[in-house]
């Protein structure tokens, strides 16, 4: 069947640069496409979306990009703190609307 | 501030079991979801529900049934446990074409 995906299981990032995590997408009729940040005992709590018609999307600290022509979505975030480290997972909403995830990059901070 | 709520964050049980696990939601949501979660594999969809008393199987389904008598309850079965199922389970809740999913804080079952 058709799945989201992540290139890299583990990030490890300094405190102030960017951090980019990348996904690869393989159902091309999906309408929505979402970044999800699960902190160690938490369920996961959404971050941003894209919608399919769109490439870029921004919002606090965090820019979303789709290439639908490579079926590949990043979440990029800037100046990295403590607080960003954590499991992050992209999604997926086909048109049946089964919310469907990737297996998940953990991202550490290092101080 | 919205809120889904599972009943219990750790349960044991015996293999063999009977095992419900429930899920309430106060957002008045359509959506409604149930995952399981494994270290490497993400997030693996059992059971997906989109109003009360429909229910759609997703990736996973096999060895569990769902319940969705109430709008704002969500609820999964196992209707005989087995080793293999222990894991961390995940319920959500989202509007019908929303999309954002608001999960609750997660199930870890131990079955022995």
């Known amino acids: 069947g058709e799945s989201v995906g992540l290139h890299l299981p583990t990030l490890s990032v300094q405190e102030g640069d960017n951090s980019i995590i990348n996904c690869a997408y393989s159902n091309s009729a999906s309408d929505y496409f979402i970044w999800y940040k699960q902190e160690s005992g938490k369920g996961p709590q959404f971050i941003i979306d894209?919608?399919?018609?769109?490439d870029k999307r921004q919002g606090q600290r965090v820019t979303v990009l789709l290439n639908k022509t490579v079926k590949h979505l990043s979440l990029q975030i800037a100046a990295t703190q403590p607080g960003d480290s954590a499991v992050y997972f992209c999604a997926e909403i086909p048109p049946d609307y089964k919310l469907s995830f990737g297996a998940g990059t953990t991202v550490t901070v290092r101080a | 501030d919205v809120k889904v709520t599972q009943s219990s964050r750790y349960l044991v049980k015996r293999t063999g079991e009977k095992v419900f696990l429930e899920c309430v939601q106060d957002?008045?949501?359509?959506?409604m979801f149930w995952y399981r979660q494994d270290p490497g594999l993400g997030l693996r969809l059992i059971y997906f529900?989109?109003?009360?008393?429909?229910?759609e199987k997703g990736d996973i389904p096999e060895g569990y049934s769902v319940s969705r008598e109430k709008k704002e309850r969500f609820s999964l079965i196992l209707e005989s446990a087995s080793t293999n199922q222990t894991s961390m389970y995940l319920c959500?809740?989202?509007?019908?074409?929303?999309?954002?999913?608001?999960f609750g804080q997660g199930t870890r079952l131990t079955v022995v």
């Open positions: 894209i919608r399919s018609n769109m």
């Open positions: 957002m008045d949501h359509e959506n």
């Open positions: 959500a809740s989202s509007v019908i074409q929303g999309p954002e999913a608001f």
């Open positions: 529900s989109y109003d009360v008393k429909m229910k």
